[in-house]
């Protein structure tokens, strides 16, 4: 009896032990730290995506688009970024020789782990798939503002509340959207450039505003505010940065935007990442709109109707909100 109430006694300590030291104990179990991630302000975004159609249409060579580039470096540094602006001279399509300028705002320049976030500034030229006018301006309110717009409002929250772990560099294209007219297709390039889109992307990928430049990855963001837009994984963005579509749809979903970013693949568009993956060697993704039951962007796509009344505060936010929480969880 003795030994048997001894033995019981020795199993109490034991166990006494091992919860002590936090061996099998529940209540030692290590949390993952919360990370704090700033709250994306949808009204703020709308206000950027408004503000640059405020200028008039952003075509590359005319004042518009002069003023709206000084915007944008003026606002940026603000923010606290070192801004540097890359500015070049190119021939168009349709001979139209204009002066382009990609415009590079860095965050936290001094950390090796970069995280680079892009979007194109431009306005098409010509409205060329409106049914009564295809020579008209047009505002790019989606096509080109809002990515902008998205990306100022994280730039102002990271100048702010820096996350732990990366730098950020915002990287705005210019010369994304003259490419040849609806009408004019197939016009053969010069040997200066793979195609007539993405020209400030094409000049990136092949002059980095720093040598060497290199980020852990690159997330572009094109045609994101439209109301009921859908973001399915884009083919160029799977074909080159497969991890990268799974941990922001992953996030998104945590977010509980899983009918916003959508778990299905569409087919391969011309975009600024193209360049960004096959030429600059960066991996990255394109956040953009897709119409499955058109096969296109929506009727408003290179249209007037891509105007301020087309753009949805809320979906900025969920765009942004889904970006940010990626990059403060690295």
């Known amino acids: 009896m003795k030994g048997n109430i001894l033995l019981a006694v020795f199993f109490v300590l034991i166990l006494w032990s091992c919860g002590s030291e936090g061996g099998n104990n529940i209540n030692n179990v290590r949390e993952e730290p919360v990370v704090n991630v700033p709250d994306f302000s949808a009204d703020s975004a709308f206000s950027f995506v408004k503000k640059q159609l405020e200028f008039g249409p952003r075509v590359p060579g005319t004042e518009s688009h002069q003023a709206t580039g000084d915007y944008l470096v003026k606002k940026l540094t603000s923010f606290g970024a070192t801004v540097t602006e890359q500015k070049f001279p190119v021939t168009t399509y349709d001979g139209t020789s204009v002066e382009l300028r990609n415009i590079i705002a860095e965050f936290f320049p001094e950390r090796s782990k970069r995280i680079m976030l892009a979007a194109h500034w431009d306005t098409r030229p010509f409205a060329d798939k409106d049914p009564e006018d295809d020579r008209a301006p047009m505002d790019g309110a989606n096509d080109g503002a809002s990515g902008v717009a998205v990306l100022l409002e994280m730039a102002r929250l990271i100048g702010r509340t820096p996350p732990e772990n990366?730098?950020?560099?915002?990287?705005?294209?210019?010369?994304?959207?003259?490419?040849?007219?609806?009408?004019?297709?197939?016009?053969?390039?010069?040997?200066?450039?793979?195609?007539?889109?993405?020209?400030?992307?094409?000049?990136?990928?092949?002059?980095?505003?720093?040598?060497?430049?290199?980020?852990?990855?690159?997330?572009?963001?094109?045609?994101?505010?439209?109301?009921?837009?859908?973001?399915?994984?884009?083919?160029?963005?799977?074909?080159?940065?497969?991890r990268i579509v799974r941990k922001v749809w992953g996030q998104a979903a945590a977010l509980g935007y899983q009918g916003i970013f959508v778990n299905k693949r569409q087919p391969e568009i011309l975009d600024d990442h193209r360049y960004v993956n096959q030429v600059g060697k960066i991996p990255m993704i394109n956040i953009v709109h897709y119409d499955p039951e058109q096969g296109y962007f929506g009727d408003y796509h290179h249209t007037r109707k891509d105007n301020l009344e087309l753009i949805d505060p809320d979906m900025l936010e969920i765009v942004g909100n889904t970006v940010m929480h990626v990059i403060y969880n690295e």
């Not at 390039?189 to 094409?202: A, K, P, T, V, Y």
């Open 166 to 242: 990366v730098g950020i560099d915002i990287v705005l294209f210019d010369g994304e959207d003259w490419g040849e007219h609806n009408n004019e297709q197939n016009v053969p390039n010069s040997r200066e450039w793979d195609s007539w889109w993405c020209l400030g992307s094409q000049y990136w990928s092949d002059n980095k505003h720093k040598p060497n430049y290199a980020a852990y990855y690159g997330i572009l963001l094109d045609m994101v505010g439209a109301r009921g837009s859908q973001f399915h994984k884009e083919g160029i963005s799977m074909r080159f940065a497969p």
